[in-house]
């Protein structure tokens, strides 16, 4: 019972023998034959019994061991159903919670944010920096619900609830539901993620895509095609629509095929049939499929998306090597999926080589495919330029099973699940309460210790520059900021027509420089916001008409304020 392999026999077709140790589990695609010559028996293991003290005879075949099997196999299952109601409990309360907290407006708009709400409105396959999915979400929630925080942050809290419960769905039927009740709970219980529900960002809706092609490829591998059994061609499809989904929210969900294949070159130990290769071929056609309307975007303006990947891995950036980087991306680790949860996660992976029982287990190899080559990936991106602590979060769908199963062939690893959630807890408490202060006294309030210090400049930056704009009937803003841009389009509900960006070099960074860059000969009134004079002065000498029409300054914090300074212009003569 409990977390062995062959607790359960979970219907024909399986690749779990009843009663098989978990390290004679056997590969999806092996032969029987090639199966029998690594598993005993039970012919040659099991001994004849010698008949009971008293001459007593032995039950009847089909008596009384037959009910203490009968026993055995309705408590397996009534402990596979508590434990399957306990995750479906923990992930919608969550789920409950995290959208509780949305509701109470405690966390600014951040400016990524602004600019997918402004993705959605322009309903493109494409953007400069990133696929569609997350703007479209974003602009399905915000016309239902009205263009809010909270409703252009309701899909957060969804797609890590099914992030979640995906990671519970795996972990479930490659061992059983109390390892997979473990794994969601790591996950959810991560202060990461936490913080990340409370964000609408690309991260949890990639993952969600993930997770579901995960668990595809695994309901796909679990049927073994013979005469009389199919090749499960659906799931192979529904693995494909996942991989496709979560690369049209962020490219970076081409890293779970990309490490599976690497497990099918490298690990896999017996050979492919014909009809597995069709089913990834299926697979790969219909992540395609999904995902053509970005290629074609993509094909269309140059694949400046590509292009941009490229640049922001500025690898070589300020010297060879950073050590520094290294060291603060895996510190960030900590805080990103919870210190006990990334360490359990090391501790799996590392150890995974040197253990002959897991090594010969198909399944934990295959799950530390999908997850340690973007961890080691992210590893070297930060020693060789920088990487954000974010950048390696998809291989903590694969690695909080996998530390799910480490630590729990340990007689305290339920105990240090429970750490884990603890910790998550009290990280919650502790940024949210500290928001809710900031929200209130924040101005009265030292800047250091504001979670979200960084979000506080947009609402009274956009405030003044949006009050301006309509006091002077500018058609467009116009700013060096692009930060500043996508708060003041969220906050005014306007689209990438009415603002205009300063771009001298004329080369785009971002998508406001790639869609809205100012372009000499723009003749319409617009209303300059920046946050230097000396800024505002070289730019507004570059227009026909140019008029100051304020300047001030706001405080953020009680250590910190922000400047700006706003002109009336029109007539724009070049850079």
């Known amino acids: 019972r409990g977390s062995g392999a062959g607790a359960v026999a979970r219907g024909g077709g399986r690749w779990q023998n009843r009663g098989a140790p978990d390290s004679e589990a056997r590969e999806p695609g092996a032969s029987m034959s090639a ?7 039970r012919a040659r293991t099991s001994a004849p019994r010698k008949p009971a003290a008293g001459g007593a005879k032995a039950a009847p075949k089909g008596g009384g061991g037959g009910r203490r099997g009968g026993g055995a196999a309705a408590a397996a299952a009534a402990e596979r159903a508590l434990w399957t109601q306990r995750a479906w409990a923990m992930l919608a309360g969550l789920c409950v919670l995290r959208l509780a907290l949305n509701a109470l407006g405690l966390i600014p708009v951040h400016f990524d944010e602004a600019q997918y709400w402004a993705y959605g409105r322009e309903m493109a396959a494409g953007h400069y920096s990133k696929p569609p999915l997350v703007g479209w979400l974003i602009l399905a929630s915000t016309s239902l619900l009205g263009d809010t925080a909270f409703a252009l942050r309701f899909f957060a809290p969804l797609a890590h609830l099914a992030v979640g419960a995906g990671v519970f769905l795996v972990g479930r039927r490659l061992f059983d539901a109390r390892t997979g009740f473990w794994a969601a709970l790591l996950y959810s219980a991560a202060p990461g993620v936490s913080i990340s529900a409370g964000l609408m960002t690309t991260d949890p809706v990639m993952m969600a895509g993930w997770v579901l092609a995960l668990y ?31 690369m049209l929210a962020k490219y970076t969900a081409v890293a779970l095929p990309l490490g599976l294949l690497g497990y099918v070159i490298f690990s896999r130990e017996t050979p492919i049939t014909p009809s597995r290769r069709r089913g990834a071929a299926l697979a790969a056609g219909a992540a395609l499929l999904v995902l053509s309307p970005n290629l074609v975007w993509n094909a269309r303006h140059g694949f400046v998306t590509v292009t941009h ?26 805080g990103v999926i ?31 495919w999908s997850a340690a080559p973007l961890l080691l990936a992210m590893c070297v991106q930060a020693i060789l330029s920088q990487a954000n602590a974010n950048w390696a979060a998809p291989a ?14 340990r007689p305290w690893g339920e105990l240090a699940g429970k750490v884990q959630a603890g910790i998550g807890v009290v990280a919650v408490v502790a940024v949210f309460l500290l928001g809710g202060v900031y929200d209130l006294w924040g ?19 956009c405030e003044a520059a949006l ?41 785009p960074s971002n998508h406001f420089e790639f ?52 002109w009336a212009v029109e007539g724009f003569q070049g850079y």
């Open 35 to 41: 199966q029998s010559s690594r598993t005993p028996s």
């Open 216 to 246: 595809a490829l695994v309901r796909a591998m679990e049927v073994q095609p013979g005469p009389k059994t199919a090749e499960p061609w659906g799931w192979w499809v529904l693995m494909g629509v996942g991989v496709g989904l979560g």
């Open 309 to 334: 990947l490229g640049e922001n891995a500025e690898v070589g950036r300020g010297g060879l090597v950073h050590p520094g980087e290294l060291a603060e991306f895996l510190g960030a680790q900590f």
């Open 338 to 368: 919870g210190p006990v949860a990334f360490l359990a996660i090391l501790a799996a992976l590392v150890t995974l080589p040197f253990d002959p029982a897991r090594r010969g287990d198909w399944r934990e190899r295959a799950l530390a």
């Open 396 to 409: 903590y769908v694969g690695g909080s099973i996998l530390a799910a199963r480490w630590l729990l062939a």
């Open 443 to 461: 101005r009265d309030l030292p800047r250091f210790a504001d979670p979200f210090k960084k979000m506080r400049n947009g609402g009274p930056f």
């Open 467 to 507: 009050s301006a704009m309509e006091g002077e009937g500018a058609q467009v803003l116009l700013s060096n900021d692009r930060r500043r841009l996508s708060e003041c389009l969220f906050e005014g509900g306007m689209g990438f027509r009415d603002v205009a960006v300063w771009d001298p070099d004329g080369v």
């Open 515 to 566: 869609r809205s860059r100012l372009a000499p000969g723009d003749d319409r009134v617009m209303l300059l916001a920046v946050e230097s004079e000396e800024q505002g002065r070289e730019i507004a000498e570059r227009f026909a008409w140019a008029v100051p029409v304020g300047s001030g300054r706001f405080a953020t914090h009680s250590d910190r304020s922000v400047n700006y300074v706003l």
